[in-house]
């Protein structure tokens, strides 16, 4: 079945430590890839998006991503957390200029 | 940037009655909108998908009777939750998509009393 798996629900790190949050897709094709990071009780930011070309994809906040064809994977990774940075992230995916579907989030927690 | 409008950014409505929320993309025409459901703690769950001058096309499982979409111009998508009951009560988010482009609204939060 065609899905977008986000396997870590929730994640804790400690600020200025390196971070990052995985994302598979299933889908027959390369889908349009996203990465949106969501505060309680607001609207969708996006960080950074993949159609094609360069794998390493850089984003706002200092966040980045890398496609992975062979894995099927655009995880996001920053290399030092700060504490605004705690939140929800969400990993999207359009297959085929279609519509947008959601992995399940994972929640990010940072420590002092 | 594309800007999309969300209102109400909150509402309140009594059992029975319905709830219109409304989307605009203020700077550039929208063939396809989407609307989104998200429950507490929970991940967008998409709705329906919303083409100008066309039905909206549901997914399994969302009633088209009860959630009313109505896409009459390039930049204003509506939708009206009809009959609304307490487990109406969520966060619903509008999408509008621009080529390979997809701006978000800010959401709506519903509660149903």
């Known amino acids: 079945a065609q899905s977008v798996t986000q396997p870590d629900i929730h994640i804790t790190v400690s600020e200025g430590a390196s971070l990052e949050l995985r994302c598979n897709y299933s889908y027959g094709a390369t889908p349009y890839l996203f990465w949106y990071v969501q505060s309680p009780g607001q609207g969708l930011q996006l960080l950074l998006k993949y159609f094609s070309g360069d794998t390493l994809v850089q984003g706002i906040k200092g966040f980045e991503a890398e496609f992975k064809r062979s894995q099927s994977s655009f995880n996001l990774r920053k290399p030092s957390v700060h504490w605004s940075d705690a939140a929800e992230y969400f990993c999207?995916?359009?297959?085929?200029?279609?519509?947008?579907?959601f992995g399940a989030g994972t929640r990010l927690t940072v420590k002092p | 940037g594309a800007v999309v409008s969300q209102h109400p950014s909150w509402v309140i409505c009594k059992s029975g009655t319905s709830v219109k929320i409304e989307c605009r993309s203020l700077d550039f025409q929208a063939t396809t909108m989407f609307w989104y459901r998200q429950f507490p703690k929970q991940s967008l769950m998409l709705m329906a998908t919303s083409n100008e001058g066309s039905k909206a096309t549901y997914e399994q499982g969302v009633e088209k009777d009860k959630f009313l979409i109505n896409h009459a111009s390039l930049t204003l998508s509506t939708l009206t939750v009809t009959s609304a009951h307490p487990e109406d009560s969520s966060f619903y988010i509008c999408?509008?998509?621009?080529?390979?482009?997809?701006?978000f609204g800010s959401g709506t939060r519903l509660t149903v009393v």
């Open positions: 999207a995916v359009v297959p085929l200029q279609n519509d947008m579907r």
């Open positions: 999408s509008a998509r621009q080529g390979a482009d997809y701006t």
